[in-house]
């Protein structure tokens, strides 16, 4: 039963931050913008909580500092794409690469420090639970709200939308600073509350995985769920069956999350009604108002 | 909003040259403002990090090899890019042509006659065009986004080689190092103080899909697969082939840079292979050259720079070389940027 409880444990903690970031990123998408910088947003996540904690002693502190963090990159995101019109895919390519050298550069000095764990009871730890909240919020934003109406009319058709009075690019912003938020947030789950230190790298490719777990859960928030955790699940999993001591070179079964991911991709892909159901008609597009 | 972009009749072919260079300028102030911050005094930064490399013989020798493979792999991208292709997994692409080009030496250490230098460059590229074809395959077949596809293939690759490398392929007599054999002889290419004929190759490259670029047919149907999707069916061009065609060139192109840096620089094969790395740089070096095939040739040139001058500063000036790729982030973030004045007038409106 300990044990189990234990894997249970590990599970949670690895899909908490796949949970958070692609919540985010939803979000940002269902208002039309393909922001592909999560990763760039998260490990500055990870890094400014980490620091933030670390120079106060407070983690609460540091929760707000990789919130912080990550909306800031995804407002520079947004003036280059929105304001600039500039291409969402090759942006959101700068954000990651800028994000992984400024927290390199910035992470200098954090590399080996230590930072006390956030508190959590029997490993349930408040993140854990707000993520929970944070779909509920999400799910009932979306589709019982009239802002939400709004963000999902932007994303679908922008021009109609701006005609009937909305402001396409101020939603924009916001959604797309919402998506930034919760990326830094996943990444501070990282640094703060799963393994409470900073290293270089650490997102590892997270980013990349909550963007493919948006188009696995056919940008419907519930199916985040259960994408992070089946996410989470096959990647333990894999780890454990090493212990097991199956003899399979560790390279190897560490290769299972981006496996998943391509196969994950494939199986919803691969059934185009279903995907036109529900992407979002202007997802990439950029919007100049005619006036 | 007091900025409001109005659009140009027709794309301004003066801002096309120049935006690079604002983006280039924009850079260096950002640097100069780093270098401050860091109680620096900005002029001797910049000089130290941009300008102090080139002086030097023997650094304009490592610009080149740093170039080299920058310049394979911008090249194919920034065609591909134009394709509408997103091929963002060069990184994985050089890595495995890598490993394949190791197969070799590894193997049959004894083939030791001229035909075995081409023999491993062919594998190299071998091994990059298949680790493409994945994502292009999975994309034309499945309709699955190959910009994650292609990325995933990169972590998967790194891990495949740390394996091997660590594995198989390692050097029995290598003192349990994680490396494999030494390329020797035949095995390596020929070179020229640090300059090796992976250079020359770059040249070729980046002039030939220049042209074909703009003189061959094919060209013209990425182009236009590219910025005109539709226009481009009517035209009878094939989209599915055009995916194939970019992740087949950009893969190998990719593939031949992972071959040449192992038989020109490294002479074998260790783990951890930092070179991969320059993948994504590469897709900076083709944004950075307008996605024109030849301008890959001065932005990888740049782009090289940027790395020497991280080592510099790390070393003269006691910043860490990580700038560098701050540097590069923030130069990607400029000429994005700036593409705007080629397509937008910037007017500043009072507010109303």
Request: aromatic share 12%; charged share 10%; proline share 4%.
């Amino acid at each position: 039963m300990e044990q189990l409880w234990a894997i249970a444990i590990t599970i949670i903690a690895a899909s908490t931050p796949l949970l958070i970031a692609a919540i985010g990123e939803l979000v940002s998408e269902r208002s039309g913008v393909l922001n592909l910088g999560v990763e760039g947003m998260m490990i500055m996540g990870a890094v400014a909580g980490f620091g933030a904690t670390y120079l106060t002693g407070s983690s609460a502190v540091g929760i707000f500092a990789s919130m912080l963090a990550g909306a800031g990159m995804a407002m520079l995101f947004g003036f280059l794409t929105l304001t600039l019109l500039a291409n969402q895919v090759a942006t959101g390519l700068a954000i990651t690469l800028l994000g992984i050298g400024l927290s390199a550069l910035i992470g200098e000095n954090f590399v080996g420090k230590q930072i006390e764990r956030l508190p959590n009871f029997h490993g349930i730890d408040i993140l854990i639970i707000f993520s929970f909240v944070l779909v509920g919020l999400v799910s009932w934003f979306l589709f019982r709200t009239r802002y939400g109406l709004m963000v999902r009319a932007v994303g679908d058709s922008h021009t109609s939308a701006h005609s009937m009075g909305f402001s396409v690019v101020g939603l924009r912003y916001a959604c797309v600073a919402f998506g930034g938020a919760c990326a830094g947030l996943a990444g501070g789950y990282l640094s703060i509350a799963d393994t409470p230190q900073w290293v270089e790298n650490m997102t590892a490719g997270r980013g990349w995985i909550a963007l493919a777990l948006v188009v696995f859960a056919t940008w419907l928030p519930k199916r985040v769920v259960l994408g992070a955790y089946l996410f989470g699940t096959i990647s333990i999993l894999a780890f454990v069956v090493q212990t097991m001591g199956l003899n399979v070179p560790p390279q190897l079964l560490s290769c299972t999350p981006y496996l998943v991911t391509i196969v994950a991709l494939v199986l919803i892909s691969r059934n185009k009604r279903v995907l036109r159901a529900n992407t979002p008609a202007c997802l990439g597009q950029a919007f100049v108002a005619d006036r | 909003m007091p900025l409001r972009l109005e659009k140009r009749a027709e794309r301004s072919s003066t801002m096309a040259l120049v935006s690079p260079l604002i983006a280039i300028a924009l850079t260096l102030i950002f640097g100069a403002a780093v270098f401050a911050s860091r109680g620096v005094d900005p002029w001797h930064g910049l000089y130290v990090y941009f300008v102090e490399p080139l002086t030097d013989e023997w650094a304009r020798e490592k610009m080149i090899v740093k170039a080299t493979p920058l310049i394979l792999m911008g090249a194919g991208l920034a065609l591909a890019y134009r394709a509408n292709v997103w091929n963002i997994g060069a990184a994985g692409q050089l890595q495995i042509g890598a490993l394949f080009t190791g197969l070799i030496p590894v193997y049959f250490s004894n083939w030791q006659d001229p035909s075995v230098m081409p023999a491993m460059l062919l594998m190299g590229v071998i091994g990059g065009i298949l680790w493409a074809l994945i994502p292009a395959y999975l994309k034309v077949r499945f309709n699955a986004n190959e910009i994650l596809t292609s990325l995933m293939m990169v972590y998967i690759a790194d891990l495949v080689f740390d394996w091997l490398v660590r594995g198989p392929m390692r050097d029995p007599q290598g003192h349990n190092f994680p490396k494999t054999v030494n390329f020797v002889g035949w095995q390596t290419l020929p070179h020229w103080g640090d300059i090796h004929l992976g250079a020359l190759f770059a040249l070729v490259v980046a002039l030939g899909l220049g042209f074909m670029t703009y003189r061959m047919l094919k060209g013209f149907e990425l182009l236009t697969l590219g910025s005109a999707p539709r226009a481009g069916r009517f035209a009878g061009f094939s989209a599915q082939r055009a995916i194939y065609f970019c992740f087949a060139l950009s893969g190998g192109l990719a593939g031949l840079a992972g071959a040449s840096d192992v038989m020109g620089v490294s002479h074998q094969l260790q783990t951890p292979y930092s070179t991969p790395a320059y993948g994504f740089v590469a897709i900076i070096v083709a944004f950075l050259g307008r996605l024109n095939p030849i301008g890959a040739i001065f932005s990888g040139l740049l782009l090289a720079l940027t790395f020497l001058g991280g080592e510099a500063a790390q070393t003269s000036l006691h910043i860490p070389d990580k700038i560098a790729k701050v540097f590069q982030g923030v130069l990607l973030f400029f000429v994005l940027a700036c593409d705007t004045l080629v397509y937008y007038r910037v007017k500043w409106e009072s507010r109303k």
